[in-house]
């Protein structure tokens, strides 16, 4: 297994360019005309802007997903990925240690990835503004893989691509998708949010991973990307987001924020530090009747995370 470097030290390479070929999947050429922001509406807020200030694989896949729409539906739910990720055993170590060490006895997809999102991204890695909140971090680094799994804390896109990671690992498909919000009016703005879809034997469910959260229907299955932006399934989603609130709610301010302040030493300054940003990050305790995680869906994005070749070395 490969040396990790420290921490700090990844959190330092913001200019780090990494971005290998492999992560850029093909498509076909009907498609293009929908990747991007070619994919999104016309008035879309500043649609040139997308990934910013994102770099590496994190700017690149903001800049070539597939929009949803009529015209490509039935490709991003039939042939774009891969019923089975090709995974090449010895590629990503670090991450077969902990499918291995916490999915030992689970045999069913949904199970797996439900366990993942639930237990051990949460575990592995903390969003810096998102309760339960971790440690400040900047949103540039390019991080691969290996140092991805390593760094404790991270965005959006960050905690998407180490969740469709772990998902691929464990053999379950897995894919990133990238959400544009509804503004005031209803027109759609350039604000988002970047989330996964995996694969379950009903289909795809949509799991955001930074609220730690699939969504259900009424019959005990998940809903995916595309059915949690039907209109009639918005009420559900918006619920959804409410009961994770209202757990939140309940936790302590050191459970709430504490990953925060990690570096300060116990005492006086350290508690009332704590208890300040958790005056701020708690959610209400009614999260229906504030403005709390999701907004409600505009349109979204899909893009598929290649893994790595079976020879490829890392630096």
């Known amino acids: 297994m490969d040396t990790l470097l420290p921490l700090w030290a990844y959190d330092t390479r913001v200019n780090h360019p ?10 076909p050429a009907w498609v293009r005309q929908h990747v991007g922001a ?28 597939v929009g949803h729409n009529e015209d490509t539906h039935e490709f991003l739910y039939g042939e774009y ?5 090709v995974y090449h055993e010895g590629t990503l170590p670090q991450y077969e240690t902990v499918v291995d060490a916490r999915l030992s006895g689970i045999d069913s997809r949904r199970k797996r990835a439900v366990t993942l999102l639930t237990e051990v991204v949460p575990d592995l890695m903390a969003h810096p ?11 540039d680094r390019a991080l691969d893989d290996r140092q991805l799994i390593a760094t404790g804390c991270g965005y959006c896109n960050e905690q998407a691509r180490l969740f ?25 703005t350039a604000g988002g949010h970047v989330v996964a879809e995996f694969a379950t034997a009903e289909g795809w469910a949509m799991a955001d991973t930074s609220y730690f959260t699939v969504f259900p229907d009424d019959d005990g299955g998940l809903l995916s990307a595309a059915e949690c932006h039907r209109p ?3 009420e559900r989603v918006r619920d959804t987001y409410a009961r994770r609130g209202s757990v939140l709610h309940e936790l302590t301010d050191e459970e709430l924020v504490g990953r925060r302040f990690a570096h300060l030493p116990d005492g006086p300054a350290r508690r ?3 208890a300040a940003h958790a005056g701020e990050k708690r959610p209400p305790a009614d999260s229906r009747a504030a403005e709390w995680g999701g907004q ?17 070395q890392w630096d």
């Open 18 to 27: 990494w971005h290998p070929d492999w992560i850029a999947d093909e498509k």
């Open 38 to 65: 070619a994919g999104l509406p016309a008035t879309m807020d500043d649609p040139e802007g997308l990934g910013e200030p994102t770099r590496g694989v994190d700017l690149w896949q903001a800049r070539n997903f």
């Open 81 to 85: 990925t891969a019923d089975t990720p």
């Open 129 to 139: 503004g998102i309760p339960p909140v971790g440690r400040p971090v900047p949103n």
């Open 164 to 188: 469709v990671r772990l998902c691929q690992v464990a053999g379950i498909p897995a894919r990133i998708v990238f959400l544009f919000y509804l503004g005031d009016e209803g027109e759609t």
């Open 232 to 234: 009639e399934n918005q």
């Open 272 to 274: 009332e530090a704590v």
């Open 296 to 312: 409600d869906p505009g349109v979204f994005g899909i893009q598929n995370y290649p893994l790595p070749p079976a020879d490829w």
